[in-house]
């Protein structure tokens, strides 16, 4: 059983009066431990197919089942705990908290599933000292560079331990060293097991994935396995 399941995924909105198809009968398999990109041109879908997987949004038609559970109609509260639960984001704003700490930013998700003070923070503080940010556990966001605070997000998404991690662009505010680095880290974690969807509309990003899904006019254009560009210090295997 895949990871994650698309069977004729639909989405429509109502703009101006008129029917908007924005997804147009989608349909795929995502395995657990796979690192998969999501490419396409503005309006390609992508967006809404982000918001699809990660159970922001629901379809106007099709079936969607992620780890088995069926998600395409369940109610907004029954969503938010399949979100709490098996999903972590990254998001290319980051979206931190400016006057928290990253161990507090981090912490934030255990502490909204009411998780112990003193286990949030030693996850938290496990989940820093994994993306290379245990000598940064005190430091607001204004502290830290623009790479090192996309590492505590990731670190945020990371410490609920999710079955899946959806990055939505997330090097789309970075220079290119800085991208790089953040890709490693993406890379190191795919290698330890962790399962990715990255969106982005960059091909030299893309090229870091063992699978590349590209959109066009709402439906897949075309879905290829590729060897993954290492990087120089070689994270992938």
Not at 137 to 157: D, F, H, Y
Not at 210 to 226: E, H, M, N, P, Y
Request: charged share 20%; net charge positive.
């Amino acid at each position: 059983m895949a990871l994650i399941e698309l069977d004729g995924i639909v989405r429509s909105y109502r703009l101006g009066g008129e029917d908007f198809l924005a997804l147009r009968g989608v349909s795929l398999r995502i395995e657990e431990g796979e690192f998969v990109a999501i490419m396409g041109q503005s309006g390609s879908g992508k967006s809404t197919l982000m918001n699809i997987l990660g159970c922001l949004d629901t379809p106007s038609a099709g079936d969607y089942r992620l780890a088995g559970e069926q998600v395409s109609a369940l109610t907004r509260a029954r969503l938010a705990q399949i979100r709490s639960r098996l999903i972590g984001f990254v998001f290319q704003n980051f979206n931190l908290l400016p006057r928290v700490s990253a161990l507090d930013n981090v912490a934030l998700p255990l502490a909204y599933a009411r998780v112990p003070r003193k286990e949030r923070l030693q996850r938290a503080r496990q989940a820093l000292e994994r993306v290379g940010l245990g000598d940064k556990l005190r430091n607001t966001p204004g502290q830290l560079s623009g790479g090192q605070q996309q590492r505590v997000a990731i670190a945020r998404a990371l410490v609920t331990r999710p079955q899946v991690l959806f990055a939505d662009e997330p090097t789309g505010n970075l220079d290119s060293a800085t991208s790089v680095a953040v890709i490693e880290l993406l890379q190191q974690l795919w290698q330890a097991g962790q399962t990715i969807v990255m969106v982005t509309h960059e091909p030299d990003i893309a090229a870091h994935a063992a699978r590349v899904i590209t959109l066009r006019d709402g439906q897949v254009l075309s879905d290829v396995r590729q060897t993954p560009l290492v990087l120089a210090s070689g994270a992938p295997a």
